[in-house]
Nanobody, 127 residues
C-alpha cells in the first residue's frame, strides 16, 4: 500500500522550533521525490521544500531558506522538516507529498507533479 503520514505539528511561539516527520510506505514511493507543502487559511497550497531519494538535490521556498532544513532517512522510511526561527506567517497545515524522480527544469512547486499526499499536520505560530 502507498501512504504518507505527517506528524510533529503543534502550537509554538514566534522564534520557536518544530520538527515534522513524514513516514512513507510502499515500494513505489522509495525512489522518488518527497516534498513539503503548506496551506494557510484563505491561501493557496504552496511548496516549502523538496528532497530527492539520495538527498543531494534539495530545494526550498525563498522565505524559509536558512530557517528550515529537510532531510531523508530511507532506512527509516521517513522525511523530516526541521523548522527553526518560526514566524506567524509560517502557520498553516503542512502536507508531505510524493512524486517521481525529477529531471532538470522541473518546477517542484507544481502540485500536479505529486501523486500521493498525506492528510496534513497543523502548525500554529502565535504568541
Amino acid at each position: 500500500q502507498l501512504q504518507l503520514v505527517e506528524s510533529g505539528g503543534g502550537l509554538v511561539q514566534p522564534g520557536g522550533s518544530l520538527r515534522l516527520a513524514c513516514a512513507f510506505s510502499g515500494f513505489a514511493l522509495e525512489d522518488g521525490t518527497i516534498a513539503w507543502f503548506r496551506q494557510a487559511p484563505e491561501k493557496e497550497r504552496e511548496g516549502v521544500s523538496c528532497i530527492s531519494r539520495s538527498g543531494w538535490s534539495i530545494n526550498y521556498r525563498d522565505s524559509v531558506k536558512g530557517r528550515f532544513t529537510t532531510s531523508r532517512d530511507n532506512a527509516k522510511k521517513t522525511v523530516f522538516l526541521q523548522m527553526d526561527s518560526l514566524k506567524p506567517e509560517d502557520s498553516g497545515v503542512y502536507y508531505c507529498a510524493a512524486g517521481p524522480v525529477f529531471t532538470s527544469g522541473v518546477d517542484w512547486t507544481d502540485r500536479r507533479l505529486y501523486t500521493y499526499w498525506g492528510q496534513g499536520t497543523q502548525v500554529t505560530v502565535s504568541s
